[in-house]
């Protein structure tokens, strides 16, 4: 189903109201975090097969994302792959960014800092990184971020992926 631009701005700037995003891009320096975060146990998305999880999302119209991870000891990932696939193919100045979010048995979301910004035009990029947190890993997922320029205009995370059980 095609939905036109206005109708698309107005779903973005819905879903930006709704995710309490920064209002910049983060920066190793500038990283926002939100207040203490609790996730009920329904809202992770994938079951672990080993010590491997994954999500998938959707900025909708601009790109999907999907994020693998490999989870190590109770405070770490040891692999993560984070993939942004572009649904719009247009090459016009807007980017994209993903990064990685995780989130502690107790305390704030860490929001870490933003891979990519890569055009729409129809390249898929993938990075790869890792994650260490002194205060433990119980969740990850992956956040697209939708950037004109410098300025992030709106962003959307994946469902929460749940570290298996040891």
């Known amino acids: 189903m095609k939905i036109s631009r206005l109708a698309a701005a107005v779903a973005l700037a819905a879903a930006f109201a709704a995710n309490t995003a920064p209002a910049i891009a983060s920066t190793p320096d500038n990283q926002y975090q939100d207040g203490v975060t609790t996730v009920p146990d329904n809202q992770y998305q994938a079951e672990a097969t080993g010590n491997l ?5 959707s900025l909708d119209p601009y790109a999907d994302s ?22 719009d193919s247009r090459c016009d100045g807007l980017k994209i960014g993903i990064r990685l979010v995780t989130i502690p048995y107790r305390g704030a979301k860490h929001y870490w800092p933003w891979h990519g910004y890569t055009t729409g035009c129809g390249r898929n990029v993938t990075y790869n990184t890792y994650a ?8 990850a997922t992956v956040e697209l971020g939708l ?16 570290r298996p059980t040891a």
């Open 53 to 57: 999880t994954s999500t998938t999302g």
């Open 66 to 87: 999907s994020g693998l991870f490999k989870w190590g000891g109770p405070n770490s990932l040891t692999a993560v792959t984070m993939t942004v696939k572009p649904i």
């Open 132 to 139: 260490n947190d002194s205060n433990g890993i119980h969740y």
């Open 147 to 162: 950037f004109n320029g410098g300025t992030l205009k709106g962003t959307r995370e994946a469902p929460l992926s749940r």
